[in-house]
């Protein structure tokens, strides 16, 4: 291998190393940032440093093993994202979320039938109003309340609060 890559084949190999590392981390980031520009940048700085070196033939090889190397790893990720494998990993559910996470959770909905409360935002339709001293997300039927305005609770329709 040696051979091939001629007199950079250290700082080749760094990189290779570098490039990988960085997609192994985009894979676990979300969305395209800077560790996948960083891994695409270390690759194509392999194939600069082979053309830099008059190596045509090294820097051509390279290329071939770099775009063959991307091929496996877009239908790894492919695969592993169609069965899930990817979001089931213990690296990616590293801490799970415990406790209720809404006021429907809460049941806060079914209390509060037929009370009576305050706008806090005006709702236009949907807003926050106070009502028996908690913060409430509410939607009324399309009308437009001020702030300050009473409200009352008239029905549950999932887990929107719908007041008038």
Do not use: H, W, Y
Request: net charge positive.
């Amino acid at each position: 291998m040696f051979a091939v890559l001629g007199p950079l084949a250290v700082p080749c190999i760094l990189c290779f190393l570098f490039g990988i590392l960085m997609f192994v981390v985009e894979m676990f980031t979300p969305g395209f940032g800077v560790a996948g520009g960083l891994g695409i940048a270390a690759f194509a700085a392999i194939i600069v440093m082979q053309f830099s070196a008059n190596s045509l033939s090294a820097a051509l090889t390279v290329s071939a093993v770099l775009l063959l190397l991307l091929c496996v790893i877009i239908v790894l990720f492919l695969r592993s994202f169609q069965k899930g494998a990817l979001s089931k990993s213990k690296i990616v559910n590293a801490s799970a979320v415990e406790g209720e996470s809404s006021a429907a959770t809460k049941q806060v909905g079914r209390e509060l039938m037929g009370k009576s409360g305050t706008a806090i935002t005006p709702l236009r339709p949907t807003g926050v109003a106070e009502i028996e001293g908690e913060r409430v997300n509410v939607s009324t039927r399309g009308s437009f309340i001020d702030a300050g305005s009473q409200v009352t609770v008239i029905a549950l329709e999932g887990l929107n609060v719908i007041v008038k």
